[in-house]
Nanobody, 123 residues
């Protein structure tokens, strides 16, 4: 069992940066895949980026490629999401989620979720 706690959200102006953290307690490697998702008001939850805890392979949604970077520090059981060149469209609640399996990018495939951290980008 893995528990996830996100932090690092906040309010920034367009073009700014934030780094989100997702700390996993429990058996870090039981969470084969950890993904960041986001959900804006009135919209469905969508994949942002994912990383495999063994090996570190990553994947990104097209909307954030070249702006966001997902990384992990296994010593700290932490997955980071570095967000640069933020846009107002990036405003959302950001969640990390884990599963023992492939990084599918489908929220319904992930049984374990953190509580979320709010990111607000003003123009």
């Amino acid at each position: 069992q893995v528990n996830l706690v996100e932090s690092g959200g906040g309010s920034v102006q367009a073009g700014g940066s934030l780094r989100l953290s997702c700390v996993a307690s429990g058996n870090f490697y039981a969470a084969n895949c950890i993904e960041w998702f986001r959900q804006a008001p009135g919209k469905e939850r969508e994949e942002v980026a994912g990383v495999y805890t063994a090996g570190g392979s990553t994947n990104y949604a097209d909307s954030v490629k070249d702006r966001f970077t997902i990384s992990l520090d296994a010593r700290k059981n932490t997955v980071y999401l570095q967000m640069n060149s933020l846009k107002p469209d990036d405003t959302a609640m950001y969640y990390c989620a884990s599963r023992f399996g492939r990084c599918t990018g489908a929220a319904e495939d992930f049984p374990t979720w953190g509580q979320g951290t709010q990111v607000t980008v003003s123009s």
